[in-house]
C-alpha cells in the first residue's frame, strides 16, 4: 500500500509542478519540495483566532470546488502530535516578513500558511488555491477521494502596499451581487483596495438616511429623472443605488478578502447629479445654457456657498461611518472652472484671497472639505488636479491619472502617491483598435500593462510611491452589456497584479504570458471570467473616397468643418456647432454613382455614444431614382447600408427629441468596395 502511494506521489509531483510555477501574481520565492500533500476530503484547519474569517473562507473554497468538509479548531484544540492531513494558518508577525507577506509550506503530511497579519494569511491562502488542481473530471463526489497538492516552500509578500482597482458604478450602476463578485475576483490577485467611484454627472450611487434624495432621484436617469439619460440609455430610465445595508455588506465581504474599499464623493466639478437633485448647490449668476438645447450641465460645486460645506458635512459624516478606510476620495478632476468664472461670489473670493488661478480657488474648496474629513478622522485622497493650486493640506494621497509625469511630479512634491496613468492602467480603453472601449488614452493590449516599470521614477520619487491602480471607468457599460465589466478587466488586471506585487527583477513578459497560457486562463474560466480573448482578424477591406457633395441642416465649428467628411480624412471628423432635433438631416450626395458593398454612417464619437443622433433613420437614392427610400436605423448614432444598385445620394434624418448634447460628431462616410 505504502509503495502504491509513493509510486502515486512521484508520478503526481511529475505531472503537477507547472501549477506551481503558474502562480499569478508571481512570489518572491518558491522552492518547490519532494513529494505531494493528500489534501484529505475532511481537512481540520487549524486557526489563530484573528484568522478565523480566513477558516470559514477556506473551509468554503474546499467546499465549492470539491465538495470537501473542513473542521475548523483554534489554537485552544490542542495541536494533535501527529500533524498528518491538517492545515495551520496563523498569523506571525516577525520583522523580516514585511505587511501582507506569508509564509506557505506544504510537506507531504501537513501545510502551514503564517501571515506576516491578516492580509499575509489571505495571500497565503490565495496562493494555495492557485495550487489546487482541478477537480478530477471522473468524480461528480469527491467526497472519498483525496486531492494531491505539490509539496512547496513559498516565502512571498508584496512589492507595493497599496494594489488598487477603480469601480466606476455612476456611469453604469452595477449591482450589489456583482460588485461581490468584482471584489472576489480581483482578491484573488492578491489586490487589496476597491477604489469606489460613486458618483458622478450621471449618477449617486450611495443612500444618505440625511439627503434621501440624493440617491432616491440621482440614482436614475433618464424617464421623469431630472438626470438626462446618456450613454446609451436613451429612452428608459436607467439605474441604481446601494442602500446601507448593501453598502456594510459589501464593505464586510470585502474586508475577508483583505480588500479594503475606498470610496469616492467625485468634488466639485463631476456633480451634475447632485446639482440637479440639488440645485442650490451650483453657483449663482448668468450661465448660458442655449449650446446645450437649454439644458443645464452646470455640474460644479459653488466654493463660496456655505450652505454647501454643512450639506457635504452630512454627506460625509455618513460616508465615514459606513466605510472603515482611513482615505475617502473627494475627486478633484476635470473641474469645469467656467462655472466659478461666471459666478459673482466666487470672483469676489478669489479677489479678496488674492488668488489668481482657478486651481488656487478648488484648492480653497479642497482644503474646506478636507477639514470636514479632519473631523471625522478621515483623510483625503484626490486626483492629481487637486494639488495644482498649491500645497493640499490634510496629508492627502494623491491619485496620478492624466500620466506618468504627473505621478512623478506629485510624488516628487512629497504626497503619497497612487501611479494609475490612463496610458497603461486605464482599463476602459479598448484593447486594440477594433474592439470595444475608449481610445482617448489610447489603446493599451495586457501587454502594455504588464510593461510598466517605474524606469523614469527617481528613488526620491519611488519612496512616495503607494502602489499602482488600474481603472474601469464605465460610461460604455450600457452599450457593451454586462460582460463588458469582466472583459475590459481581464486579463489586463492579472498584469496589473504583478506590477504591484512582484519585485520588478523576478518580472518577465514572456514568463508571464507563458503563465497565463499553460494555467490562469484556465483558473479564470474555471471562476467563469469572461475575459477577453484575441479576435479574429478581420478580412482585408479596401475603402473608397468617391467625390461626395456634403449638406445638412446644421453649421460647422470652424476647427472641425464639413470638409473632413468630404476629403474623407482619415480619423478626423466634423463637429456641428449644436445638438440635433426631430427632421434634421445629413445629406451625402455622390458626384457620380457609387458601386460599393457598404456604406457606414457614424455619428458621434464612434463606440462612445455621446454627441451623437440619438435616433433616426436612413434613406438611400439609387441611381435613375427620383427620390429617397428608407434603408435602416441609426443604432448608437450608427447604420450600416448594403446598397443593392448603384448609389447617389444617403440622407439622414433625425427623429430623436434634443438629447441635451451640445453638438452632433460626423465621420467620413465608411464606403467598402465590392470584394
Ligand atoms: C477621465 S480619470 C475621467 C473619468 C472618465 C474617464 C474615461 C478621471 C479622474 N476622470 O471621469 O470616466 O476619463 O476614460
Redesign the pocket.
Known amino acids: 500500500m505504502r509503495k502504491i502511494a509513493l509510486l502515486l506521489s512521484c508520478l503526481l509531483a511529475t505531472v503537477l509542478p507547472s501549477a506551481a510555477q503558474d502562480l499569478i501574481p508571481r512570489p518572491v520565492s518558491v522552492e518547490p519540495r519532494e513529494g505531494v500533500f493528500m489534501l484529505p476530503s475532511m481537512l481540520r484547519i487549524y486557526h489563530s483566532p484573528d484568522t478565523e474569517p480566513l477558516a470559514r473562507y477556506l473551509a468554503a473554497e474546499l467546499q465549492r470546488l470539491y465538495r470537501f468538509e473542513a473542521v475548523r479548531l483554534t489554537e485552544s484544540d490542542k495541536l494533535p502530535s501527529d500533524r498528518s492531513g491538517i492545515v495551520q494558518i496563523y498569523t506571525a508577525p516577525q520583522d523580516e516578513m514585511p505587511a501582507e507577506g506569508y509564509w506557505l509550506n506544504i510537506s507531504r503530511h501537513d501545510m502551514l500558511i503564517a501571515g506576516a497579519d491578516y492580509g499575509g494569511v489571505f495571500n497565503g491562502i490565495q496562493t494555495l488555491l492557485q495550487l489546487l488542481p482541478d477537480a478530477p473530471p471522473y468524480c461528480s463526489d469527491c467526497r472519498r477521494s483525496e486531492i494531491p497538492i505539490p509539496c512547496i516552500n513559498i516565502s512571498d509578500y508584496p512589492r507595493f502596499s497599496y494594489r488598487g482597482m ?1 469601480l ?1 458604478v455612476a ?1 453604469t450602476f452595477v449591482p450589489k451581487e456583482r460588485v461581490k463578485r468584482y471584489i472576489d475576483l480581483l482578491s484573488r490577485h492578491k489586490i487589496n483596495k476597491l477604489h469606489w ?1 460613486l458618483t ?2 450621471e449618477g449617486w450611487r450611495i443612500e444618505l438616511k440625511s439627503h434621501p434624495e440624493l440617491a432616491a432621484v440621482g440614482g436614475f436617469r433618464g424617464g421623469d429623472s431630472p438626470i438626462l439619460p446618456l450613454y446609451g440609455a436613451w429612452d428608459k430610465k436607467y439605474g441604481g443605488f446601494y442602500t446601507q445595508d448593501d453598502l456594510r455588506e459589501i464593505v464586510a465581504y470585502a474586508a475577508v478578502r483583505n480588500v479594503e474599499i475606498i470610496p469616492e464623493i ?1 468634488l466639485p466639478g ?1 456633480s451634475r447629479a447632485a446639482a440637479r437633485v440639488l440645485p442650490a448647490i451650483l453657483c449663482t449668476g448668468p450661465y448660458d445654457t442655449a449650446p446645450t438645447n437649454g439644458y443645464d450641465d452646470r455640474n460644479v460645486w459653488c466654493v463660496t456657498e456655505e450652505a454647501n460645506y454643512r450639506l457635504l458635512a452630512d454627506i460625509l459624516a455618513e460616508v465615514a461611518a459606513l466605510f472603515p478606510s482611513p482615505f475617502i476620495h473627494i ?4 473641474v469645469d472652472t467656467a462655472q466659478w468664472a461666471a459666478c459673482p461670489h466666487c470672483r469676489e473670493l478669489m479677489r479678496t484671497c488674492g488668488y489668481t488661478e482657478y486651481a488656487q480657488l478648488q484648492r480653497h474648496f479642497m482644503e474646506r472639505v478636507g477639514a470636514i474629513l479632519d473631523s471625522l478622522g478621515k483623510r483625503p485622497a484626490v ?3 487637486a494639488i495644482e493650486g498649491g500645497r493640499l493640506g490634510g496629508d492627502p494621497r494623491v ?1 496620478g ?2 500620466n506618468t509625469t504627473v505621478c512623478r511630479r506629485a510624488a516628487a512634491q512629497g504626497y503619497r502617491t497612487v501611479v ?1 496613468p ?1 496610458q497603461y492602467f ?1 482599463f ?2 479598448k484593447y486594440s483598435p477594433a474592439e470595444a472601449g ?1 481610445s ?2 489610447g489603446c493599451i493590449p495586457t501587454e502594455k500593462v504588464y510593461a510598466f516599470d517605474f524606469a523614469t521614477f527617481t528613488p526620491q520619487e519611488m519612496a512616495f510611491v503607494e502602489g499602482v491602480e488600474g ?1 474601469l ?3 460604455l457599460g450600457l452599450l457593451h452589456g454586462p460582460a463588458y465589466l469582466e472583459r475590459q478587466t481581464y486579463p489586463r488586471l492579472c498584469a496589473l497584479a504583478e506590477v504591484a506585487w512582484t519585485p520588478q527583477e523576478l518580472r518577465s513578459r514572456d514568463d508571464f504570458e507563458a503563465r497565463m497560457e499553460r494555467t490562469h486562463y484556465a483558473r479564470l474560466s474555471r471562476m467563469g471570467v469572461r475575459y477577453r480573448t484575441e479576435p479574429p482578424r478581420p478580412e482585408p477591406e479596401t475603402l473608397l473616397t468617391p467625390a461626395v457633395v456634403f449638406s445638412s441642416s446644421f453649421e460647422a465649428q470652424p476647427g472641425n468643418p464639413f470638409d473632413t467628411l468630404t476629403g474623407y480624412m482619415e480619423g478626423a471628423f466634423a463637429r456641428t456647432t449644436r445638438g440635433a432635433r426631430e427632421g434634421d438631416c445629413l445629406l451625402f450626395r455622390f458626384t457620380a454613382p457609387a458601386v460599393c458593398r457598404s456604406i457606414t454612417v457614424t455619428t458621434g464619437y464612434a463606440g462612445n455614444p455621446r454627441r451623437l443622433i440619438t435616433a433616426g433613420y436612413a434613406e438611400i437614392q439609387y441611381d435613375g431614382d427620383d427620390g429617397f427610400r428608407r434603408c435602416g436605423e441609426l443604432a448608437n448614432g450608427c447604420v450600416t447600408i448594403r446598397p443593392v444598385a448603384p448609389v447617389q445620394a444617403i440622407r439622414i434624418v433625425c427623429t430623436a427629441p434634443p438629447n441635451g448634447e451640445d453638438s452632433v460628431i460626423i465621420h467620413p462616410l465608411r464606403i467598402v468596395a465590392e470584394p
Do not use: I, K, S, V
Not at 475627486?331 to 476635470?334: A, F, I, M, N, Y
Open positions: 477603480l466606476d456611469r467611484h458622478d454627472d467625485d463631476h475627486g478633484g478632476d476635470e486626483w492629481n488636479e491619485h491619472w492624466q494609475m490612463a486605464y476602459d480603453m475608449q482617448w488614452a481603472a471607468w464605465h460610461e
